[in-house]
């Protein structure tokens, strides 16, 4: 077993989930909200590491679950990206408050 106990895990995990979701709910520039997200996640990725390892029945359940976590956070930044750089290129801002519309 490790030195490290699953609480101290557990409290990072919450820490980022926090400063993450803080992050999304109160930032304005959608780069930084899209940063926020990623780091949500990776709050989640850590939490079922730590839960693999700590597990009854010891496997990579949880590792495999976080690669496929991580695959996702990829396509979402990648697609968040896209959508990012063709609305600035109608409207030249990244601010969250003026991208409201659809269409002009």
Same mark, same amino acid.
Request: with cysteine; proline share 3%.
């Given at each position: 077993?490790?030195?490290?106990?699953?609480?101290?895990?557990?409290?990072l995990?919450?820490?980022l %989930?926090?400063i993450?979701?803080?992050?999304?709910?109160?930032?304005?520039? !959608? /780069?930084?909200?899209? @940063?926020? +997200?990623?780091l949500?996640l990776n709050?989640?990725?850590?939490?079922?590491?730590?839960?693999?390892?700590?597990?009854?029945?010891?496997?990579?359940?949880?590792?495999? %679950?976080?690669?496929?976590?991580?695959?996702?956070?990829?396509?979402?930044? !990648? /697609?968040?990206?896209? @959508?990012? +750089?063709?609305?600035?290129?109608?409207?030249?801002?990244?601010?969250?408050?003026?991208?409201?519309?659809?269409?002009?």
């Amino acid at each position: 077993m490790s030195s490290v106990p699953l609480s101290m895990y557990l409290m990072l995990a919450l820490i980022l %989930f926090c400063i993450g979701l803080f992050g999304a709910l109160t930032k304005k520039n !959608a /780069v930084i909200v899209l @940063i926020s +997200i990623e780091l949500m996640l990776n709050a989640v990725n850590i939490n079922l590491v730590a839960f693999s390892k700590y597990s009854l029945h010891p496997g990579l359940s949880g590792q495999i %679950f976080t690669l496929f976590t991580i695959a996702v956070a990829a396509a979402e930044a !990648a /697609v968040g990206l896209a @959508i990012l +750089i063709a609305l600035y290129r109608n409207r030249p801002t990244v601010s969250v408050d003026e991208m409201d519309t659809m269409k002009h």
